[in-house]
Structures are given as structure tokens and as C-alpha cells.
């Protein structure tokens, strides 16, 4: 190293120093504060306006739903495709019914943009949800689910539940 | 036992069981049947056999210029004004209107043109994915879910009668799911033929006053297509490749 000319060593110093920052940058932002990781349960989205039953929220024990969710729907899937059941406990238009909630101008948000039910969760999870690449985002027809009851009273989206119940009532007549 | 003892007992058998079908049928009062068009399944039990579903168009009543079954289904299904990144030839086509003129006196008619819901159907032999499927009553779909996009579907079809989607969608139908870079084709309107309804286009058409689309079960003796096929002549398109179509033609 001896034949090293002062230009050569101040490159090398400069060099080395360089590599270095990034490492000292983390050193100084893990000593500010230290990030945890936000918990599920303060996760926010809108509440459906309606509950399955009585005794039910969703169609399944919200435990269960958080869970299983994706094998419900691709159970019901290939059932639908392939054989023609159409039964609508697991069909994905009637979480996409129950979940996407109106805006401020009256129109349904995309169950999948940011803030909302499916979005939320899923960028939390870091899961990307194929499923709206094709289907609805978006309610388009009144709810078939037989088994629609206690409407949240408490519930801030009046502009949603004053819609269902007027679907729910259209839908009586028609039957 | 003999072979031919055993064919001969299936077919027997195949007698009987058309015959008790045909008394049960009749039971109701002399030349009154109970024939139930378009019967709603529950929609928890799986589509069968037993029934095939097919659409008669008689080519006799298609107005030249008229376009209704298209609009109807582009309004059921939601393609049309979808793709507005693609070009023309690009663009899905579920159904279209074709002029068919004859060269030597000029006589020209109009027909509609989708897919024919064939018995032995093409795009499913060579799909790669199982995506392209036959339903047991006689419906040919896309399982987009399965389907990866090749389009070899498209070229084995003869009738042209599939698409391929180029670009993102947004707005699609809960009822009707399409997607970018998937294959898809006329459904028979499966969503409605599964809750005991007809097709946009063949509701479409009667609403116009042409009544040139049938649509109805082609196993059963007593539909309104069956005794149509059986009282006058019609034709499959491309008879010759024996796909035996559930679609089929009179009037050309």
C-alpha cells in the first residue's frame, strides 16, 4: 500500500464513508422511535349496514370469516361455474352487497379501494385480492339472502340503510 | 350373455323408461301436457343431463338491420362499450349480425351468430387448462378462474364466435364476471337460464315482435323448440364438422 498516492487513499476514505451512511441513517431512525407494527384490532373500515341474523353478523361467525373466507368463496366458485348452484350464503355479489358502503354524493365505493372492507384488511395482510380483476366491485342488484334482519339503528350510513330497506321492501312486493 | 342380448336389453330398458316418462307426462287430461319451460332447479342442486338447452333462430323472421338480440346482450352481460383501449377487431363480441347474400341472385339474410353450444365442441378439446368446459346441460363456458389467456379456443372455434379481453375492465356485471387476459363467449345467459328465465337476446327479440329466437330444452319432447325442430326443417352451421350445435338455423 505503500506506493498509494494521497489522492488514491482520500477516494478510498470518501468511499468507505459512503457505504457507511445508510447504515448510520437506520442506527438514528431506530433510535427515534421505535415502529410497532399497527394492531389488527385497530384496524378501521366501514360496518356493513346489515347483519345476517339475528344472532349473526356475517354469514359465517366473524372469527370464522376472518379466517376462511377465500375457501368459502372458492368452494362456492367451482360450484357455481361448473354446476350451476347458485345459492347465495357464499356467493361473492352478496358480501360485495352487504359490504360496499355510499359516499358522500350517494354512490357505492368499490369494495376494493382504499379505506374500504376487502382493501383494508388486505394491505394490512399484504395480500393482493385477484377476485375484482373480473367480478363487481360495486352492488348492483338487490340482495337475494333470504335471511337479512337487524339493520344497525346506531348505524352512521343512513343513505346506505334507508337504500336496503327500500331494496328489502321491493323485494317483498316482488315475491 | 351375448353381446347383442345386452344391447338389446339396453335398449329395452331405454324404452321403458321413455314410456313410463311419456305416461307421467300425459297424465294430466287428454292432449294436455305438464311440460315446464325453463323449470327453475333449487339453486342448491347441480345442473344435470336430462336437459340440453338450445335456441332455434329462424332466419325467416330476422329483419335486415335489426340488432336487438346484440343490444340486449351487451346490456345483460356488459360488454360492448367496455374496452375502450381496444380496437375494433379487438373488441369483445359476444354476438353479432351477419349478412349471408347469395352470389349469383344476390338474395340476402341476416342471421345471428354466437356461440353454438356444440355437443362435441372444439375449444374444449384443446384448451390446455380445463378452462373451456361443457356444463352437463349442454352450456359451453370459460372457468375464467382456470383460463390462462393462450386463445387456442379461439382458433379451433369455427363460428368466431369467442374473445379475448386486452385491457383492464371496471363496471362488469355481478352476474357476468370478465376479466383481461381471459376468453370469454356467449353464455346462453347461464345467470338467467339457472333461475328459470330465457336469454337477454331471445327475450329481446320476442319484446321486438320478430319471434325469430327459441329458446328452450332440446331433450324434451314437449318444448316449444323440440316440436318446432320436429315440424319443420333446420340446419346446423358447419354440419359437416358433426359438432352437433345446441344453436340451429332454419331459413338458410
Redesign the interface.
Known amino acids: 500500500m505503500s506506493h498509494c498516492s494521497p489522492a488514491s487513499r482520500l477516494f478510498a476514505l470518501l468511499l468507505s464513508l459512503l457505504l457507511l451512511l445508510p447504515l448510520a441513517a437506520t442506527a438514528d431512525s431506530d433510535e427515534e422511535g421505535e415502529t410497532e407494527a399497527l394492531p389488527f384490532s385497530e384496524l378501521s373500515f366501514p360496518e356493513p349496514a346489515r347483519h345476517f341474523s339475528a344472532e349473526q353478523k356475517c354469514v359465517a361467525p366473524v372469527e370464522e370469516m376472518r379466517r376462511n373466507h377465500m375457501k368459502y368463496i372458492l368452494h362456492q ?3 357455481t ?8 350464503q357464499y356467493s361473492l ?1 352478496e358480501c ?1 352487497n352487504c359490504h360496499a358502503v355510499k359516499n358522500d354524493e350517494g354512490e357505492y365505493t368499490p369494495v376494493n379501494a382504499p379505506g374500504q372492507f376487502c382493501y383494508s384488511c388486505h394491505s394490512y395482510a399484504a395480500v393482493h385480492i385477484d377476485c375484482f ?4 366491485t ?4 338487490a340482495s337475494k339472502l333470504p335471511a337479512l334482519s337487524s339493520v344497525d339503528e346506531n348505524h352512521p350510513n343512513d343513505g346506505l340503510r334507508s337504500d336496503i330497506n327500500a331494496l328489502l321492501a321491493s323485494e317483498g312486493s316482488a315475491q | 350373455m351375448s353381446e347383442s342380448s345386452n344391447l338389446t336389453d339396453i335398449a329395452r330398458r331405454n324404452f321403458l323408461a321413455k314410456a313410463g316418462a311419456a305416461s307421467g307426462a300425459a297424465a294430466i287430461a287428454p292432449g294436455v301436457f305438464l311440460s315446464t319451460p325453463a323449470s327453475a332447479r333449487p339453486a342448491d342442486q347441480p345442473v344435470s343431463g336430462e336437459k340440453r338447452w338450445g335456441i332455434l333462430v329462424d332466419t325467416n323472421k330476422c329483419a335486415s338491420g335489426c340488432n336487438d338480440c346484440v343490444t340486449a346482450c351487451e346490456k345483460e352481460n356488459g360488454w360492448g362499450s367496455s374496452e375502450p383501449e381496444s380496437s375494433e377487431a379487438q373488441k369483445a363480441q359476444w354476438i353479432r349480425t351477419v349478412e349471408i347474400r347469395n352470389k349469383a341472385t344476390g338474395y340476402a339474410k341476416t342471421l345471428p351468430m354466437m356461440c353454438q353450444h356444440c355437443e362435441t365442441p372444439p375449444c374444449v378439446d384443446v384448451c390446455p387448462t380445463g378452462a373451456s368446459f361443457r356444463r352437463a346441460d349442454g352450456i359451453v363456458l370459460v372457468d375464467k378462474h382456470i383460463c390462462i389467456g393462450c386463445r387456442y379456443c379461439m382458433m379451433a372455434c369455427p363460428y368466431k364466435a369467442r374473445s379475448f379481453i386486452h385491457e383492464d375492465l371496471h363496471d362488469q356485471k355481478p352476474w357476468a364476471p370478465r376479466g383481461k387476459g381471459t376468453v370469454e363467449s356467449c353464455t346462453m345467459c347461464v345467470q338467467r337460464v339457472d333461475a328459470g328465465d330465457i336469454p337477454a337476446c331471445v327475450e329481446a327479440c320476442s319484446k321486438g315482435d320478430h319471434n325469430a329466437l327459441i329458446f328452450g330444452d332440446l331433450y324434451d319432447e314437449n318444448s316449444g323448440i323440440s316440436k318446432a325442430l320436429k315440424s319443420q326443417d333446420s340446419v346446423e352451421i358447419r354440419a359437416d364438422l358433426g359438432l352437433n350445435t345446441g344453436v340451429r338455423y332454419r331459413g338458410i
Not at chain 1, 81 to 88: F, L, M, P, S
Open positions: 366458485r367451482d360450484e361455474v361448473h354446476e350451476g348452484i347458485r345459492t347465495r355479489e360485495v380483476q373480473c367480478h363487481a360495486r352492488p348492483e342488484r
